[in-house]
T-cell receptor, first 114, second 113 residues
């Protein structure tokens, strides 16, 4: 069975601090896809990043960076120099098939204080 | 281009009634999936349609059903509503396949009283 764990329920930081959101996943599939989504108060899920199981290259995109490590089944997400607008619930998700069958983690609520 | 549109945004229904929610995907997207979000269970997959065919289904009772039309618009129906069905129902559209991008709508918030 597939499972996604986000151990951090809530995180509060002060603006301009760096923050890392943890994600640990479980799957027996050799091919799978990992995602991070952001859910602001408006409700829609905003796509941030996708990685497949064959691409462990970590990347930086503006203030966002990702650390994918298959050896520890982790897919962590870091926001550098956080801003108030980053306040949202962040979800890590896993899928393996063409059915869009995402398995979501429970989410981490990030509050960035001014 | 227009995003994923879900209607209505808010809905209040009484226990025992049925409800139909609508999702219009991004133009050209043939895959539509539905998720239920509750504080207790989080985000859970309901079902996914591709070219009018249900391709995958989550672990929900038969009261939850859906369909997709030839223009890719999708509806989901919940019959005999229970209090526990109160949730945010999110729809996502995609061109298809896990490597494609997925775009979510803002959801329909259903309250069952």
């Amino acid at each position: 069975a597939q499972k996604v764990t986000q151990a951090q329920t809530e995180i509060s930081v002060v603006e301009k601090e760096d923050v890392t959101l943890d994600c640990v996943y479980e799957t027996r599939d050799t091919t799978y896809y990992l995602f991070w989504y952001k859910q602001p108060p408006s409700g829609e899920l905003v796509f941030l990043i996708r990685r497949n199981s064959f691409d462990e290259q970590n990347e930086i995109s503006g203030r966002y960076s990702w650390n994918f490590q298959k050896s520890t089944s982790s897919f962590n997400f870091t926001i550098t120099a956080s801003q108030v607008v980053d306040s949202a619930v962040y979800f890590c998700a896993l899928t393996y098939n063409y059915g869009q069958n995402f398995v979501f983690g429970p989410g981490t609520r990030l509050s960035v204080l001014p | 281009k227009a995003g994923v549109t879900q209607t209505p945004r808010y809905l209040i229904k009484t226990r025992g009634q049925q409800v139909t929610l609508s999702c219009s995907p991004i133009s050209g997207h043939r895959s539509v999936s539905w998720y239920q979000q509750t504080p207790g269970q989080g985000l859970q997959f309901l079902f996914e349609y591709f070219s009018e065919t249900q391709r995958n289904k989550g672990n929900f009772p038969g009261r939850f059903s859906g369909r997709q039309f030839s223009n890719s618009r999708s509806e989901m129906n919940v019959s005999t509503l229970e209090l526990g069905d109160s949730a945010l129902y999110l729809c996502a559209s995609s061109s298809g396949g896990p490597t494609a991008g997925y775009t979510f709508g803002s959801g329909t918030r259903l309250t069952v009283v």
